[in-house]
């Protein structure tokens, strides 16, 4: 029996206790940087394969998985964090946390890196290299589990060369793979308005200077420079989501405040449109008589997809699943704070289908009906440690 065939036995063969983990995990989700339980639960599923685990980051784990003879280390990244959104599914495993549930998969992840865990123990003797395995805590809250994770050595002793990460894709169908090569995912940064005018009387204009039209004059502006009108092709968007201004009918308040996110696809502009998003705000305000506070906080970065790794991972993909189960992605303005990885190492970042149309999963993630078809915890295992495997080969 191949390598291969040996991967794809396991991976059936683990499947019904992978969906266990996935199902507990699930059940009992934990916002970001708060997975202790989680942790633990993980923790104690790696002890019972023998493995040493090493915390980071109070609910971060890595452990590290020796080949049948030294040679290339490489790494292999799940998040660990729920959202804080209701479960609306009706399913046993259902979260038992109320506002808490694994809406975007994290619990698929680590599920699929435990099984990855047990393939690669099983055949430790038919592969050559170190592979690490990080379970991180985190990724939905900036600053992102990945950026501590990094500040406390996650990518020293050993330095991996590469490291490779997948995440739930509910539009495509499980038993599908797909791969982008190069800038993939768009950086995130958060950034919060408070503009600031005179209040009063809502009768009396000559007695203020409504905040909420200078703030209506900066949005307007931002959409126009932005928005309608770039200044270059590089893909961007701002966009705000919240504006509060708790005056009344009749009352004119002192202020607005404006929460919104800057995103794009390079790292360059992103810093100087920071400066130009400063600059015509507090210009517009300025000129309408009014001033306005601005912060920016910098999210996660651009994620670039090494072509290298990624063109080697997808080629595994197709070996291993076939060409028709493997399909190009599109860029996209979402974020990931994989991105940090990626900045410092090599990295693919790909995706696993987890829909099935024809029973109806297919809600989108962050949202309170998100579901997997876990037959995709097959391939999630399986193909992950046939990549992890293959790349250590090249």
């Not at 651009?302 to 493997?326: C, P, R």
Request: proline share 5%; with cysteine.
């Amino acid at each position: 029996m191949s390598l291969q065939d040996k991967i794809k036995s396991l991976s059936k063969q683990h499947l019904d206790k992978v969906i266990e983990i996935r199902r507990h995990i699930h059940s009992n989700p934990e916002l970001s940087f708060n997975e202790f339980n989680t942790a633990d639960y993980i923790s104690s599923v790696l002890g019972k394969m023998g493995l040493p685990v090493i915390r980071m980051a109070k609910t971060g784990l890595v452990v590290t998985i020796q080949g049948n003879k030294p040679g290339k280390t490489i790494a292999l990244r799940a998040d660990i964090d729920a959202l804080p959104i209701e479960e609306k599914n009706d399913v046993p495993y259902k979260s038992k946390n109320n506002g808490v549930m694994h809406a975007c998969g994290h619990d698929a992840h680590s599920a699929s890196l435990l099984g990855v865990a047990m393939i690669l123990t099983e055949l430790r003797n038919e592969w050559a290299g170190t592979i690490k395995l990080i379970f991180q805590p985190g990724e939905e809250k900036l600053p992102g589990g990945a950026s501590i994770m990094i500040k406390e050595g996650v990518l020293e002793n050993p330095s991996p060369e590469s490291i490779i990460a997948q995440h739930v894709f509910p539009t495509l169908e499980a038993g599908k793979v797909g791969f982008c090569c190069g800038t993939y995912m768009a950086s995130c940064d958060e950034i919060y308005l408070t503009v600031k005018g005179k209040g009063g009387h809502a009768a009396m204009p000559a007695n203020y200077n409504n905040p909420i039209l200078i703030a209506s004059a900066i949005l307007l502006e931002l959409n126009d420079k932005f928005m309608k009108h770039p200044k270059n092709d590089i893909p961007t968007v701002l966009a705000f989501g919240k504006m509060e201004a708790n005056g009344a009918t009749n009352v004119i308040p002192e202020s607005v405040a404006i929460d919104g996110t800057f995103r794009t696809m390079n790292e360059a502009w992103r810093n100087e449109a920071h400066e130009l998003i400063t600059k015509t705000i507090k210009s517009k305000a300025h000129e309408m008589g009014g001033y306005c506070e601005v912060r920016i906080d910098k999210g996660y970065p651009v994620l670039i997809n090494d072509n290298s790794v990624t063109a080697n991972a997808q080629k595994a993909a197709e070996l291993y699943l076939g060409e028709e189960n493997v399909v190009a992605l599109e860029r996209r303005m979402t974020s990931e704070d994989f991105a940090f990885y990626s900045l410092l190492k090599p990295a693919c970042f790909y995706r696993l289908g987890t829909g099935n149309m024809a029973r109806g999963i297919t809600s989108g993630v962050h949202t309170p009906t998100f579901d997997i078809d876990e037959k995709a915890l097959e391939t999630g295992m399986g193909l992950m440690a046939w990549i992890a495997i293959s790349e250590l080969s090249k």
